[in-house]
C-alpha cells in the first residue's frame, strides 16, 4: 500500500512563492513506475487538477492557469514529488492534494480517478 503526505502549504501574499512536497512512501511504491501530480479544491468548488509527471520525469503537464508559474518535478531517490509555486494568486488559495497512479497516462489525470491520495496542505494566498 503506498501513502502520500503533503507538506509545504501556508499563508503568502499574492506574487509570493511556495513550494509543495509530497512524500511518497509504502512497500509497493517502489515495485512500479508511478506517476505523480497534484489537484486542488477551493472553498466550495470542485477538485481541480494542477499539474503532473511521469515516473521518468521526462513529461510534464499543467493546467492552464498554472502553466508558466507552477513547476512540478520529482526525486525518484527520495520518493519525493514538488510543486514550485511562483507568482501566487489570491485564486491559487486552495487545498493541494498530492496523487499518484502506475498506469494512468498523464493525457487523462483531469478525471482525478487515481489510485493514490494525499490528504491535503492548505494554501492561502492574501491580496
Known amino acids: 500500500q503506498v501513502q502520500l503526505v503533503e507538506s509545504g502549504g501556508g499563508l503568502v501574499q499574492a506574487g509570493d512563492s511556495l513550494r509543495l512536497s509530497c512524500a511518497a512512501s509504502g512497500r509497493t511504491f517502489n515495485s512500479y513506475t508511478y506517476a505523480m501530480g497534484w489537484f486542488r479544491q477551493a472553498p466550495g468548488k470542485e477538485r481541480e487538477f494542477v499539474a503532473a509527471?511521469?515516473?521518468?520525469?521526462?513529461?510534464?503537464v499543467y493546467e492552464d492557469s498554472v502553466k508558466g508559474r507552477f513547476t512540478i518535478s520529482r526525486d525518484n531517490a527520495k520518493n519525493m514529488v514538488y510543486l514550485q509555486m511562483n507568482s501566487l494568486k489570491p485564486e491559487d488559495t486552495a487545498v493541494y492534494f498530492c496523487?499518484?497512479?502506475?498506469?494512468?497516462?498523464?493525457?487523462?489525470?483531469?478525471?482525478?480517478?487515481?489510485?493514490?491520495w494525499g490528504q491535503g496542505t492548505l494554501v492561502t494566498v492574501s491580496s
Open positions: 496523487a499518484a497512479d502506475p498506469i494512468l497516462p498523464l493525457r487523462r489525470w483531469v478525471s482525478g480517478s487515481l489510485e493514490v
Open positions: 509527471i511521469t515516473w521518468s520525469g521526462a513529461n510534464t
